[in-house]
């Protein structure tokens, strides 16, 4: 009983089973229809044929179909929590706007209105037309 006998592979680790759980040799990576989405995907658009590109659109609406469906349903609290985040939300926008407009419009007012610094005052030069108006 000097010998040393080796039942498995060579390089194989600890843990690591050779078959699928089914018995099948096959590798896992989901369906062909999945494997080949995924070899379009990295493919250019220009590079793709018509037919590839209908596959490829019809995966990706069969996905989103399929994540829609399976979309869990959002709790109660959740709900609430958004509403009021998106009032208060709401409010905090209307009230900034409000105060930068409010202030665009005191400064427009102070530079361009009587008195402001861009406003420029008629010079002595300029003819007086008032009398024509009598």
């Given at each position: 009983m000097n010998d040393l006998k080796h039942f498995g592979i060579p390089g194989m680790r600890w843990g690591i089973r050779r078959k699928n759980p089914d018995g099948s040799t096959k590798q896992r990576g989901g369906s062909e229809d999945f494997k080949r989405t995924k070899q379009l995907r990295k493919k250019k658009l220009?590079?793709?044929?018509?037919?590839?590109?209908?596959?490829?659109?019809?995966?990706?609406?069969?996905?989103?179909?399929?994540?829609?469906?399976?979309?869990?349903?959002?709790?109660?609290?959740?709900?609430?929590?958004?509403?009021?985040?998106?009032?208060?939300g709401g409010d905090l926008v209307s009230a900034a706007v409000k105060g930068f407009t409010e202030r665009m419009a005191e400064d427009f007012a102070s530079r361009y209105g009587p008195g402001g610094s861009a406003y420029s005052r008629p010079s002595a030069d300029v003819i007086d037309l008032k009398f024509l108006k009598d």
């Open positions: 220009k590079d793709l044929s018509n037919n590839e590109i209908k596959d490829l659109n019809n995966r990706l609406q069969l996905e989103k179909q399929y994540k829609e469906l399976t979309r869990k349903k959002i709790s109660f609290g959740r709900k609430k929590v958004t509403e009021i985040l998106s009032k208060v």
